[in-house]
């Protein structure tokens, strides 16, 4: 009987091995191919039926990514705009939870729902009205287009209001009676503390400017100021004449940084998110 | 949630909420004003002329069988983007949440596609489907015998921006699920296990009615996916076509706004979106609260 119920425990891993084998090598594999096709000719990326293994132009499309399509300025462009969003934004969520959650003010309600109502309110729906005002500002064609409307975020003034509440309460008391004050406070107690949620706000936040796409497309004009998630359209654009092997590799270099940033947060983004619904 | 304790000041608080709240008045809830006011206006070429309307925009988009079809390609793809994304995300977080060896190794393998892009995943799909050398519709040829126009076809094009969607949201979907998963309480599982209740039963009386508040986060972002990030991906892959097949709410919207310079109708169609986001916004609220509640 045991060894029956042993045999069936094991046979039961192997099948999940076999089962998440499988999911993980289908999820991964448009990645491998499009690995693939970035280091090979122009011929070798039209050779039917289609090579699966590395080519021999590695150096020569991610060269020609990097400089003739000039996605190394892309990207410049987009780390800059997504590191000032990033810590800016991270910032101003603190501050605003420091002050929904350790002060007594009138209309606090209103204000966190006045703060709230805005988590759902995607960029993309106020366009047109956005567009005009930051073009009357003078921002067009400027990094500040990109950055100052997306300093203010719902999601992070969210993350850190809950948190915030779930410590325990004698840390502000013994701080106060220490006669530290608020910023005191929240520079050298809560933040430490606090790693794991800043570092899931970071991931999301990091991610989501980085991925961009329609508001630089409408606002940034001058190429020497777009981001990289345009910069790829501006590569597939020419259809009949699209080297894919290049497209390949600037879609690779696209997405390396954010995913260097997803692989080095995420264990913080799911506890710090755990926490965030847990209490 | 605790009681916490507090910091005197009567300004401070509003100094720290300042930023914050500055910034939301002047670039959302100022734009939200202005997109109502200009949904009311006809705007000429450039901004240069502008002539109060009245509802003359909705009346005209309510009328338009080309905007009807708009909407309808947007809840079709989001219909099927969400229910199935979800679906297959899930499947895929129950057997990455089994506890074997190397499950942290799996976890990372299925939870990457987070970090992709719209534009990225639709760059590498175009490339993947594309007529004679993409490899899916190689395979495909080697089945059928012939290898499918998939940005010709209105259908296949559809089915193509389905399908890049669900991979590219693959990651975000399996993380939360993943993370309810680890959060639930398992006493309840056993106890169900010790009733007598199978497996299929435990799953859809005890697993899937726990993680219900997951499920409906991520049902509100999926659509909002669906509604708005999809545009990185449909100006990349099928720009709308073929016979604005693929042409969703907001790629209409962006077309009318910055190609054909109807600044007056993109934002009635701005209206539009707005009131179908509120609505979501509100239920997603109603709901939260039985969120709290569970984690206690």
Redesign the interface.
């Given at each position: 009987m045991l060894r029956f119920l042993m045999s069936r425990k094991v046979r039961r891993e192997i099948l999940t091995h076999i089962g998440l084998i499988m999911v993980s090598f289908l999820v991964l594999t448009p990645v491998l191919f499009a690995l693939a096709k970035s280091t090979q000719t122009r011929a070798q990326v039209f050779h039917y039926p289609p090579i699966f293994g590395p080519g021999t132009a590695i150096k020569d499309n991610y060269y020609t990514a990097w400089h003739a399509f000039n996605l190394g300025m892309y990207m410049k462009n987009s780390f800059i705009v997504a590191v000032a969003v990033t810590i800016g934004k991270t910032i101003l969520s603190l501050l605003a939870g420091l002050a929904l959650v350790y002060f007594e003010f009138p209309l606090q309600e209103a204000v966190f729902y006045f703060i709230l109502f805005t988590l759902m309110m995607p960029t993309e729906i106020l366009i047109v009205a956005l567009f005009n005002l930051v073009s009357d500002l003078g921002w067009s064609n400027s990094y500040l287009a990109l950055i100052v409307p997306f300093m203010a975020s719902a999601t992070g003034v969210f993350l850190f209001r809950q948190h915030f509440a779930s410590i325990p309460s004698d840390l502000a008391d013994a701080a106060r009676v220490d006669g530290a004050g608020p910023l005191r406070f929240l520079w050298s107690i809560l933040i430490p503390i606090s790693w794991n949620a800043i570092g899931a706000l970071a991931l999301i936040q990091f991610i989501y400017v980085w991925n961009q796409y329609l508001w630089p497309l409408v606002i940034i004009r001058e190429n020497a100021k777009q981001v990289v998630q345009v910069g790829l359209r501006g590569m597939t654009a020419v259809q009949d004449v699209t080297n894919w092997g290049v497209v390949m590799a600037g879609a690779i270099l696209a997405m390396l940084p954010p995913l260097i940033v997803f692989i080095l947060l995420h264990q913080q983004f799911m506890r710090g998110f755990a926490l965030g619904q847990e209490k | 949630?605790?009681?916490?304790?507090?910091?005197k000041?009567?300004l401070?608080?509003?100094v720290?909420?300042a930023?914050?709240?500055v910034?939301?008045v002047?670039?959302?809830?100022?734009?939200?004003i202005?997109?109502f006011r200009?949904s009311l206006y006809r705007v000429a070429f450039l901004?240069l002329r502008k002539r109060f309307v009245g509802l003359e925009n909705f009346v005209s988009l309510m009328h338009s069988p080309d905007y009807w079809h708009t909407v309808k390609v947007t809840l079709v793809i989001t219909f099927i983007v969400v229910i199935g994304g979800l679906a297959i995300s899930l499947a895929?977080a129950l057997?990455?949440n089994?506890p074997?060896?190397?499950g942290a190794i799996?976890r990372?393998?299925?939870?990457?596609?987070?970090?992709?892009?719209?534009?990225?995943?639709g760059?590498?799909?175009?490339?993947?489907f594309?007529p004679?050398?993409?490899?899916i519709n190689?395979l495909i040829s080697k089945v059928i015998g012939r290898e499918l126009n998939w940005l010709g076809d209105p259908k296949l094009a559809v089915l193509l921006i389905i399908l890049t969607s669900i991979?590219k949201n693959?990651g975000y979907n399996i993380?939360?699920y993943?993370?309810g998963l680890?959060?639930l309480n398992t006493e309840v599982l056993e106890a169900a296990e010790i009733d007598g209740a199978g497996p299929w039963r435990r799953f859809w009386s005890v697993t899937f009615a726990l993680l219900s508040?997951i499920t409906f986060f991520l049902l509100?972002t999926n659509i909002?996916y669906s509604?708005?990030?999809i545009?990185?991906m449909i100006?990349?892959v099928t720009k709308g076509g073929p016979m604005d097949a693929t042409n969703v709410m907001?790629y209409n919207?962006?077309r009318d706004?910055?190609e054909y310079y109807k600044?007056g109708l993109?934002?009635a169609q701005?209206v539009i979106?707005?009131a179908l986001?509120v609505v979501?916004?509100v239920i997603?609220?109603r709901t939260s609260g039985r969120?709290v509640h569970y984690?206690?």
């Open positions: - | 949630m605790h009681y916490q304790a507090k910091f000041g009567r401070l608080p509003y720290l909420l930023p914050t709240l910034i939301l002047v670039f959302l809830y100022y734009p939200i202005q997109t200009l901004g895929i057997l990455a089994q074997i060896r190397g799996y990372i393998l299925l939870i990457w596609p987070y970090a992709l892009s719209p534009a990225v995943a760059v590498i799909f175009l490339f993947l594309s004679g050398f993409g490899a190689y991979w693959l993380v939360f993943l993370a680890q959060n508040p509100i909002t509604f708005f990030d545009f990185g100006d990349i907001i919207l962006y706004a910055f600044s993109a934002a701005s979106l707005f986001v979501l916004t997603q609220f969120y984690g206690g």
